[in-house]
C-alpha cells in the first residue's frame, strides 16, 4: 500500500513570494505519477501539476515548480510570485501509473497574504 | 478540458431519508468514476470505485448497504445514501477517469453538500 505524507498543516506567505510545500510517499512501484491538487475555497479540485516517475527532469507550470527526488521519496511543490488566488488547500497524490486509485496526503493550507 | 459535473450542489434531507447524487461526465466518457467523502479540513478518502456495468468496489470499512452506487451508462453515476443519519453529513465529491486522457487522468466534480438533520 502507498502511503502519502504533508508534513505542514498551514502556510503562509506574502504576496510575490515564493513558498514551498513538501510531501514525501512510501512505496514499493517503480512506476508511477505523483500530482498536486489545489482546492480553493470553492472546493473543486483542480490539478496544479503532475510528474511522471520515471522522468528525471522536474515538472514545471508557469509559477509552479516541483522537487521531485525518487530516491528520497520526496515530491516538493513550490509556488512562485505567490498571488492571492493561490490561497487554498494542496493536496500530494500518488498513482501507480497501471492503476486507478489515488492517494492523497492530507494536505497544507496556504495562505496568501496581501 | 474534461468537465464532471454533480448534481445537486448541495442537499439538506431528514434523517432516515434517503438522498441521491448524481455525478456525470459532460465531455467524455468514463468507464470508473470514483467517490470521495471529505470531511471539514481533511482530506479526501476514497470510498468506492464505480465500473460501468459492473458492480462497484468499495474501500475496506465503507457500507455497501448504505452507499448505494450505480453506473448505468458511460457518462453518469449515482450515490445514494440509505437511511441517512446525521453522521453522514459531509461533502462528497466524485470524479470521472478519462481513459483516452494519456495519463488517464481523474477530473473531479465540484461536489455535494449533504446535510442530514
Known amino acids: ?114 | 478540458g474534461a468537465v464532471v459535473s454533480q448534481h445537486p450542489s448541495r442537499v439538506i434531507c431528514k434523517s432516515g431519508t434517503s438522498v441521491k447524487i448524481e455525478c456525470r461526465s459532460l465531455d467524455f466518457q468514463a468507464t470508473t468514476m470514483f467517490w470521495y467523502r471529505q470531511f471539514p479540513k481533511q482530506s479526501l478518502m476514497l470510498m468506492a470505485t464505480s465500473n460501468e456495468g459492473s458492480k462497484a468496489t468499495y474501500e475496506q470499512g465503507v457500507e455497501k448497504d448504505k452507499f448505494l452506487i450505480n453506473h448505468a451508462s458511460l457518462t453518469l453515476s449515482t450515490l445514494t445514501v440509505t437511511s441517512a443519519h446525521p453522521e453522514d453529513s459531509s461533502f462528497y465529491i466524485c470524479s470521472a477517469r478519462d481513459g483516452q486522457n494519456f495519463y488517464n487522468e481523474q477530473f473531479f466534480g465540484p461536489g455535494t453538500r449533504l446535510t442530514v438533520l
Open chain 1, 1 to 114: 500500500a502507498q502511503t502519502v505524507t504533508q508534513s505542514q498543516p498551514e502556510m503562509s506567505v506574502q504576496e510575490a513570494e515564493t513558498v514551498t510545500l513538501s510531501c514525501t510517499y512510501d512505496t514499493s512501484e517503480n512506476n508511477y505519477y505523483l500530482f498536486w491538487y489545489k482546492q480553493p475555497p470553492s472546493r473543486q479540485m483542480i490539478l496544479v501539476i503532475r510528474q511522471e516517475a520515471y522522468k528525471q527532469q522536474n515538472a514545471t507550470e508557469n509559477r509552479f515548480s516541483v522537487n521531485f527526488q525518487k530516491a528520497a521519496k520526496s515530491f516538493s511543490l513550490k509556488i512562485s510570485d505567490s498571488q492571492l488566488g493561490d490561497t487554498a488547500m494542496y493536496f500530494c497524490a500518488f498513482r501507480v501509473a497501471a492503476g486507478n486509485k489515488l492517494t492523497f496526503g492530507g494536505g497544507t493550507r496556504v495562505l496568501v497574504k496581501p
